[in-house]
């Protein structure tokens, strides 16, 4: 019998604020559901016809997974003061952005959605909690 929790799982957001691996690994998961996402907006999309703007979805979704690009760089510096100040900086922004970022994921057409901008900020505030803590990983 396979007991492994899947996405899919009531329980899979409940998050371990104590691991950074685990984190960071849904941070990348929520970054492929959103390309997934991006993709069924463009000519490469083979399904239903998309929504009447597929660009302006592309657009916002897009943008959503290009601000995670600071981040990127600063978890790879591994300096948790400025790791934490990114993370604020991008709860901020994707706070700011959510009805837009909310409404080109659901005018998406043609995919069963398993993300949501509430799982990435959930996954953004376990990893201020690692990394205010003073934690820093072992590169």
Same mark, same amino acid.
């Given at each position: 019998?396979?007991? @492994?929790?899947?996405?899919?799982?009531?329980?899979?957001?409940?998050?371990?604020?104590?691991?950074?691996?685990?984190?960071?690994?849904?941070?990348?998961?929520?970054?492929?559901?959103? @390309?997934?996402?991006?993709?069924?907006?463009?000519?490469?999309?083979?399904?239903?016809?998309?929504? &009447?703007?597929?660009?302006?979805?592309?657009?916002?979704?897009?943008?959503?997974? @290009?601000?995670? &690009?600071?981040?990127?760089?600063?978890?790879?510096? &591994?300096?948790?003061?400025?790791?934490?100040?990114?993370?604020? &900086?991008?709860?901020?922004?994707?706070?700011?952005?959510?009805?837009?970022?909310?409404?080109?994921?659901?005018?998406?057409?043609?995919?069963?959605?398993?993300?949501?901008?509430?799982?990435?900020?959930?996954?953004?505030?376990?990893?201020?909690?690692?990394?205010?803590?003073?934690?820093?990983?072992?590169?």
């Amino acid at each position: 019998m396979n007991t @492994a929790k899947t996405l899919d799982d009531a329980n899979a957001f409940q998050l371990d604020i104590t691991n950074p691996l685990q984190a960071i690994s849904m941070l990348l998961w929520l970054t492929t559901e959103v @390309a997934t996402t991006i993709r069924l907006n463009t000519p490469y999309y083979q399904g239903d016809s998309p929504s &009447n703007q597929p660009l302006k979805n592309v657009m916002w979704l897009s943008e959503f997974v @290009a601000s995670l &690009n600071s981040l990127s760089r600063t978890l790879i510096v &591994n300096d948790s003061e400025t790791i934490v100040l990114e993370i604020d &900086n991008l709860i901020s922004y994707w706070n700011h952005y959510s009805e837009e970022i909310e409404a080109a994921r659901e005018q998406t057409l043609g995919d069963e959605f398993t993300w949501k901008i509430d799982q990435g900020l959930l996954i953004l505030t376990s990893l201020k909690s690692v990394y205010g803590s003073t934690f820093r990983m072992a590169l």
